[in-house]
């Protein structure tokens, strides 16, 4: 059986382990030299970077995220080991581990080292589609003659590099599909290498949770089990037609998961669905004048983002989360998409005046949606006859962004950001 030491990257007969370096750390598996479709997810990253910054927490359990009203947005392995996940409120973490060291996130060197990472990337293939700062799928077909060696070669070549160049560690899925190469890169957390075989697809899957499938959420999960299935061994005995009927275009999309197939490509330049920003407080506010402040900043970070990359938004959409968590979401449909900050924050403005009773508020988040170029926007001024003073605050905005880009982001700042 075809094996590879993912240590000094020798090629063998399969062993536990390395005939050369005596490396227990070795995979094996019939077509590992076969499989080209990859996804690559870092363990524990923003953790993991922290760590690396600051040695002293090596041993400690670290979490990331906001204050004690605050959300955890990942955590090491120590402190997943005592019960912390993502996303879980900071209360109920401080609880099930209180000697972690809580850390606000630090997005700038989180996305330097994800930059890295993707620069490492790149040499192995221009077929990248990343879906977050820390996870990614990398089509490796066609590049084994490019690179003198199989996929299996390449990606284990990348996280030793991860390792030692960047000091982080990641975890490699390799399959036939999308689908099974996700499934696979979660089998051997942390710093793993787990293969899913085209041969295996249908054995391997058969027992197992359909809880597996990527972007079944808690709604999504509740109507699975209320029609009886909880493994895939339940979905391969629904047919095709009553899939459908009952779930509708997710319904047929199960049904081709159930067997293992995934056509879908990977999509080297996916365009972006939505820009947003949001905050969670220290304590629930209700207050007029504090809300106002942080909708204007959050407005002036997504019109950031939008002018950085070109683009504008058709739909502003309006978060808020209540102190019982329970939330309000609104959503505007505007003529034109939009970019600038000024027109995001009036748009958001008037949908928190319409909910502002219904606070006290313990989260606020604003967001672009139906993104489009930002050449798309350029006659909305001229277009917004209800609003004749707006071209001017948007040229009165693209100055002010001149200014910045010249003398820094403090150069100039409006009266409302300093609530």
């Known amino acids: 059986m075809p094996a590879l030491c993912r240590d000094c990257l020798t090629c063998f007969d399969a062993g536990r382990r390395c005939p050369e370096c005596r490396s227990p750390r070795v995979v094996a598996h019939p077509e590992l030299f076969d499989l080209a479709i990859a996804h690559m997810d870092c363990d524990a990253f923003y953790a993991s970077v922290e760590k690396r910054d600051d040695p002293s927490l090596a041993d400690k359990p670290v979490i990331i995220g906001g204050g004690r009203r605050g959300v955890v947005s990942t ?54 589609e990343p879906l977050s ?7 490796l077909r066609g590049t084994a003659r490019l690179h003198g060696a199989p996929p299996a070669v390449m990606l284990a070549r990348l996280v030793r590099r991860m390792r030692d160049e960047l000091g982080l560690t990641g975890s490699v899925g ?62 391969l005995r629904w047919d095709r037609r009553d899939l459908h009927a009952r779930f509708g275009t997710m319904g047929d999309r199960l049904w081709h998961l159930a067997r293992g197939q995934d056509n879908r490509q990977i999509a080297a330049h996916r365009p972006m669905k939505s820009i947003s920003n949001e905050t969670t407080f220290h304590e629930d506010t209700a207050d007029p004048s504090l809300l106002d ?60 005046d319409a909910a502002e009773s219904q606070g006290p508020f313990r989260l606020l988040g604003v967001g672009l949606s139906e993104i489009a170029p930002e050449a798309e926007q ?42």
């Open 378 to 419: 350029a006659g909305a001024a001229v277009a917004d006859l209800l609003d004749p003073d707006a071209a001017r605050r948007d040229r009165a905005e693209a100055a002010t962004d001149a200014i910045r880009a010249r003398y820094g982001p403090d150069a100039i700042l409006k009266g409302r950001s300093l609530r």
């Open 293 to 352: 402040g942080h909708l204007w900043r959050m407005a002036e970070k997504v019109a950031d983002r939008a002018k950085a990359k070109s683009l504008a938004g058709r739909v502003v959409t309006l978060k808020l989360k209540r102190a019982d968590h329970s939330l309000i979401s609104r959503r505007k449909s505007l003529g034109e998409p939009v970019q600038f900050a000024d027109r995001i924050y009036r748009v958001a403005r008037e949908m928190l």
């Open 75 to 128: 955590a090491c392995y120590v402190a997943r080991i005592r019960g912390v996940r993502s996303a879980m409120p900071m209360f109920q973490a401080k609880k099930l581990c209180p000697e972690a060291v809580v850390i606000r996130p630090r997005m700038e060197a989180y996305v330097e080292a994800s930059r890295a990472i993707k620069a490492m990337m790149l040499e192995l293939t221009p077929s990248i």
């Open 133 to 139: 700062l820390d996870e990614a799928f990398l089509d």
């Open 174 to 235: 390799l399959s036939h599909n999308k689908f099974l190469a996700k499934v696979a890169s979660d089998l051997d957390k942390p710093h793993g290498f787990a293969v899913i075989g085209e041969a295996e697809t249908q054995s391997f899957l058969r027992d197992k949770p359909v809880r597996m499938i990527w972007g079944v959420g808690a709604a999504g999960q509740a109507a699975l089990d209320k029609a009886g299935i909880r493994t895939f061994a339940d979905l």
